[in-house]
Each structure stands twice: as structure tokens, then as C-alpha cells.
């Protein structure tokens, strides 16, 4: 599809009318005023219309011709008042011969409510995407499209596409009044049809722009808007939402398996798979893999593959290249049916300069700043949202309650949060203009973020709302009537950063950077987290998960099943980025599916099932995901054997019954009879062990777990002494009915309650073992 300027028609006679003038060179700011049927003063009609592709015109049903105006492509009829009445049609020939029969657009009243638009002006209307963009409606009996757009600056919109030739001058918009809105329906159109809007800004220049609020779009490299039929989807999820409604997700498992649609899964002509098609393969992966949801990397409209979506050009438009509207709602459905949640990347942090989008939309910085210290980033070569502009707000949070409202969205993972709260984010002295008391802080962001996390959870209960902010702002995740922001959850940055810079360090060496394990337990309940190994994580160079590890092959492997055991069993939520969990070896390339022919090889099948083991552990077991957000649900059993690079803790229930012991040894020394203090008597089962042969590992374990002992260990009544395998991870689980049974046999040996032994009993000196009360 090509589109340029406004073509020039014919030459213009030097005695038109000034307002025809202005009409037929498509610069007349109230085309209601000049087109259509007005009444003269002595009672007489007359009926113009603009028809650049017309021959001859008449008014359908009468012998009523409209005349040309010599020189242009205006036609006109002058006649009796009663002659013609209400919406009537024009018929015309075209330069072919073909007829077309229209109803005149310029015959109907303004169709946008005054309420709607006080809303919208006021930065209030949660649902604007109802009556902006393009839709199918029916005014006085007659079907057609209704278009509305926002461009206060603009001297000049026109609906623009396939149906009248790109001509601006065909279908020039109507401003209504101080509110920056213009709306035109357009009636007979069909479904189907490519638009745009051509704007004049008030310099004279011509500008074609996309639709922001359009629900569809061509697929790129074509940007037009596509004009969608109301969707008569019939949705199966409502026991889902229903159940949504009511979940306690906090003291649930959230797994998340983070998805990049274009490039998880391709056909077997390497092209992209439809939404359908992806809903049942990935269900089926999520189910045998254990997640509870998947995160899909922007689906929002954007030009670019390379953006991996990030740079959004159609914020309530799913993106074309894996199907239509619809296909996304039968994805979701899918899922949910499944038992399956999904989340959204949303990105309202910034968005890119493309010519065709949102920059300087009506020839103003519209949605973005004017002055650059505050619109735009150089990081990325985006611009960003005036949040302290109503209609820009009321965009953004249309935007988010449209993904939950249309497509069932369980909920939005929010983008770049750090780069909205600093104005000097990224910047130097001198390149960033302070708020009105001399911060950092952009307050209207602030203002913002509240508003959005409120909104969203008052207008959809459940629903989550998660931040990936790698700063210490306070209170991200904390009620915003506390003073916080409002999220549900923050990622967890400074865990993965720390955690992954300890263990990409050779083992030789952990023991003196201990401390980047045990300081993430300082915070780690200053706020709701989850632990990410993002997408951020594979690429630009920072190699894949399993490239990161140092060592031989078989250190990496291992390396990489101690990792994602310390994972699931530290607090906090989980997510796990496509290919980690079966231990890609390349980047993620975004322009190709993932490495699935690794599968063949015994070590990836190994790291594989081992997440599934995790994921089905940690979602079985309340102790490993009831108290993740609170310091009840965790205790150090030892943090402190930096000599030999080893930790443990435990996990606890919400009642305290349960407890999950953790061991893990971050070197690649086997620790025999490695010792550590638990709580409370009983058998402790191996539940999972990343060194077994079944995961690829030397296979050294515990005999499927041991029997605690009445000695008391680093400040608890009993212990058990462990094997503790090389560069791995063990996770022992106190079995219920056991725990009366080893009292019974302590008592039966020395006639003492062993579960009395005093907390600060001194423990024997062993190599493997601090002493009591350490840690």
C-alpha cells in the first residue's frame, strides 16, 4: 500500500468562494460548514460533495444532478428544500463507467457524547478505546464506520485508505470543539478496509498517520490501521475468571514461563505460527513442564522484529503476524481452559519515533515531551510519554484496561518502570530538567503508575500487575493508600544480578564473594518479587544461561541444575525465560525458534526434567510458595560456610508444620557427612537431588533421605548429617508421620525427649560443620 499527499486536482478558478477554496486544497478545518445539505435564506437546498474520483453525480432516487464547479472535483445542486430530505444517497460514475452508490457522510449529526469527551479531556476515561479509533456502528438505520481521533494541533484530519484512494480531500473530520477530538462516520464501508488519517498541522504540512487507537493492523512492513467488524468471539473461560476473582496469589505458586512468540516455536518453513497453533503447543509444553503461566513478550503492534516489541507503535492492536484479534482471544481461551494464565508485557514507558505513529502526531509533540531533557531516550532512540497530560494518561490507561477487558489478560508485566520514576535516568548533568521541588523523581509518572495499578485492580480483581524496576524506589509493590506504587509484584533485579555474578565466577573463588547469596535476604521482603531469568538475560553478549556457567561441560550442566534449585526454593515467585529451561546453548536470537534438536542429548533432557521436578515441587509444596513476601516463611540454617561455598535454610508453611530443608554446594568437592540442624525430628526425604542420574549428574545422594538425629546443630535440637553432592542442590522434606516416630526412638535410647535437646548445645567439631549456634 502506498500513500503520499494530498493530490492537487484540478486547476482552482481565481472566483471560488474563500471556504471552497480552502475545501478543494483540503485545508478547511469545518468541512460540515461547506459539504452536505444547507439551507439558504429563501428557503432553497443546497447539496455539495467532494468527489475527486467522479465523472458525474446525482442524488440517488431523483433526477437531481449535482454539477461540476468548472476546474474542480466539487459538485453541487441547488433546488427546492423539500426536494431532498435526511440521509440521502450520491450515486456516481467513476472514469471506468462504474457506478457507486454512497450515503452523503456529511448528512449526520455529531455521534460523540459530550460526557465522553469531558471524560477523555480530564484524563478519566478508563474505556476511551470504545468510542477512539475506528468502529462499526449504525446511525438512523444506516451501517457504517465511525473514526475518532485525537490531534488538537492539527488545522486539518482526514480518514484516509483503500476506499477513497488515500485522497484527503474525499473525508475531512469534524473537530469538536476545545476537546482536540475529530470524528467523521463514514457509512457503507466494510470490514476489511486499510485506513489512516492524513493531518494538516497548523505550518501547512501534510502528515499521514496511523490510527493509535486501531485494533488492527496490516502486518509489516505496511502500518495501515484494518477496519474490524465488532468481534462475536465466544469465550469458554469463565470459570477461570471466576476462580481469578477470588485467587490468593500471594500465598500461591507462580511459575512463569516468559514466551517470545516469534521465535519460541516456528512452522516447518521457518515462518511464523498463528495464534492457534502456538495456544495448543504451548499449553501442552506449560502442563508437561509444570508453569502456571506464560509471559509473552510484547504483542502490541511494532514495525520492527528486532524491537522483540518493545518499540509499540499499536497499543491496542495485537500484532499481525500471528493472526487476527480473534486468534489472540481463542490463544488465551486456550490457555485458561487449560488451566494456564497469561501475562502481558506492556510497554508505556517509551515509544519509537516512526514517522507513521505517535511522534509529533498532529505536527506538535503531541505524546511526548517537546523539550528532549524530558522526551526522549537515547538508550534506545525512543521517545517518552507526557504523563502529565490528561489525554495522554487516558491513552495509556485505556490501553491497559482494553488487554484486560477484550483478550481476558491475567495480567501486565509494566516495562522500563525505573526509566518513567527518574528524570535523569541515564543522563548527565545538564541533560535532564528537575521536578517543581528540585528531585529526580517525575512525579507526573508517579502519579500515573498509582492511577494505573488502582484502576486496573479496582476494575478487574486478580488480575496482576508487575513491575520490572531495577532501582531501590520504596514501596513498588506496597498499597498506594500505604504511599507505595501499587504493583503487585517488582522483579527481583538485584537477586539476579548477584546470584548470577556468583555463580559465573570460577568455584575456586565463590568463597570470597559469599555474600552476593546472602545479601538478596536483607530486602528480600521489603517487597513482592519475583526472580527473574529473563529474556535480558540471553542476549546482547551476556551468553546463554548455560554458557554462563564456567568450567567443563559437566560443571555447567551441573552448575546450571544447582542454579534453578536455588531458584525455586528461595522466596520469591519464578520466572524462566524460553530455552533456559532445557539449557539452549546459543543467545536468543529472535529471528529463529529455539534449539529444540538439543532435546536429543541426554544433559539438556536432564536440565529439563529437573525444572519440571522444581516446578512440580514448588507447587505441591505450600512451604516453598505460601510465605514467599514475608520473613515467617524462611530461616537460615547456615549462612556462613564461605570456606566451603555451601548454604542452607529452610522453608516453612503458613501453619509452620511443613519444613524444607535446603542445602547446596556451590564447588565441585562432594561434602560426606556434610551436617546441618533442623527444627524438629523426623525423616527427611530427598525430593530432589540436581545431581542425580536422572538429570544428568554423578549421582552421589542420600538413599532417598535420612533420619534426623537428637544432636543438636547450629543452634537447633536435631540434625542430619547429608551427602552433599558436587556443585549441586538438595532439597529434603520433612515427612509428617515421622516426627512422633523419631521421639519415640530418641526417648527409647536415652529415656530424654529428644525435641527438648536445648537450642545451645555445643555441636561436635567436624570440617563440614560450624559450630553450634553459627548462622
Known sequence: ????????????????????????????????????????????????????????????????????????????????????????????????????????????????????????????????????????????????????????????????????????????????????????????????????????????????????????????????????????????????????????????????????????????????????????????????????????????????????????????????????????????????????????DWVPAHFPRDATALARYDGTALYEHADPRQGEHKDWGTLIFNYGRREVKNFLLSSALYWLNEFHIDGLRVDAVASMLYLDYSRADGEWIPNKYGGNENLDAVDFLRQLNTVTHEQHPGTLMIAEESTAWPQVSRPTYLGGLGFSMKWNMGWMHDTLAYLEKDPIYRHFHHDLLTFGLLYAFTENFVLPFSHDEVVHGKRSMLDKMPGDAWQKFASLRLLYSFMFTYPGKKLLFQGCEFAQGREWDFDADAEWELLERAQHRGVQQIVADLNQLYRRLPALHEVDFDSSGFEWIDCHDSSQSVLSYLRKSADGREIVACAFNFTPVPRENYRIGVPRAGFYREAVNSDAGLYGGSNIGNQGGVHSEPLAWMGRPHSIPMALPPLAGVIMVLEPDTETAAGNRAEAADGTDASASPADSASPAGSDAPEAGEG
Open 1 to 344: 500500500m502506498q500513500t503520499g499527499p494530498t493530490p492537487t486536482g484540478r486547476p482552482h478558478p481565481a472566483t471560488l468562494e474563500e471556504p471552497l477554496q480552502r475545501l478543494i486544497e483540503a485545508r478547511h478545518h469545518a468541512p460540515f460548514e461547506v459539504l452536505g445539505r444547507h439551507e439558504t435564506t429563501t428557503g432553497r437546498a443546497v447539496v455539495r460533495a467532494f468527489l475527486p474520483a467522479a465523472e458525474s453525480v446525482r442524488i440517488q432516487g431523483t433526477e437531481h444532478a449535482l454539477k461540476r464547479v468548472p476546474g474542480t472535483d466539487l459538485f453541487v445542486w441547488e433546488g427546492p428544500a423539500e426536494a431532498v430530505q435526511g440521509h440521502y444517497q450520491l450515486a456516481w460514475e467513476d472514469r471506468r463507467g462504474e457506478t457507486h452508490v454512497r450515503t452523503d457522510p456529511y448528512t449526520f449529526a455529531p455521534q460523540l457524547g459530550d460526557f465522553d469527551l469531558h471524560l477523555f479531556g480530564e484524563g478519566r476515561h478508563w474505556h476511551a478505546y470504545r468510542f477512539m479509533g475506528a468502529h462499526e456502528r449504525t446511525f438512523d438505520g444506516v451501517r457504517g464506520f465511525h473514526f475518532a481521533v485525537w490531534a488538537p494541533s492539527a488545522s486539518r484530519v482526514s480518514v484516509v485508505g483503500d476506499f477513497n484512494d488515500w485522497d484527503g480531500r474525499t473525508h475531512p473530520m469534524r473537530v469538536r470543539g476545545s476537546s482536540g477530538v475529530w470524528e467523521l462516520f463514514i457509512p457503507e464501508l466494510e470490514p476489511g478496509a486499510f485506513y489512516k488519517f492524513e493531518l494538516r498541522d497548523q505550518s501547512g504540512n501534510v502528515h499521514v498517520k496511523i490510527d493509535p487507537y486501531a485494533n488492527a493492523y496490516q502486518q509489516r512492513p505496511d502500518t495501515a490501521g484494518i477496519l474490524l467488524a465488532p468481534s462475536d468471539f465466544a469465550w469458554n473461560d469463565a470459570s477461570w475468571i471466576s476462580r481469578r476473582e477470588q485467587h490468593n496469589w500471594q500465598q500461591s505458586p507462580l511459575s512463569v514461563y516468559e514466551v517470545h512468540l516469534g521465535s519460541w516455536q516456528r512452522d516447518a518453513d521457518g515462518g511464523f505460527l498463528n495464534y492457534r497453533d502456538l495456544a495448543r503447543r504451548l499449553a501442552d509444553y506449560c502442563l508437561e513442564l509444570g508453569f502456571s503461566h506464560v509471559e509473552l513478550l510484547p504483542i502490541t503492534e511494532h514495525p520492527l522484529d528486532a524491537s522483540w516489541g518493545y518499540q509499540t507503535t499499536g497499543y491496542f492492536a495485537p500484532t499481525a503476524r500471528f493472526g487476527s484479534p480473534d486468534d489472540f482471544r481463542w490463544f488465551v481461551d486456550h490457555l485458561h481452559q487449560r488451566g494456564i494464565g497469561v501475562l502481558l
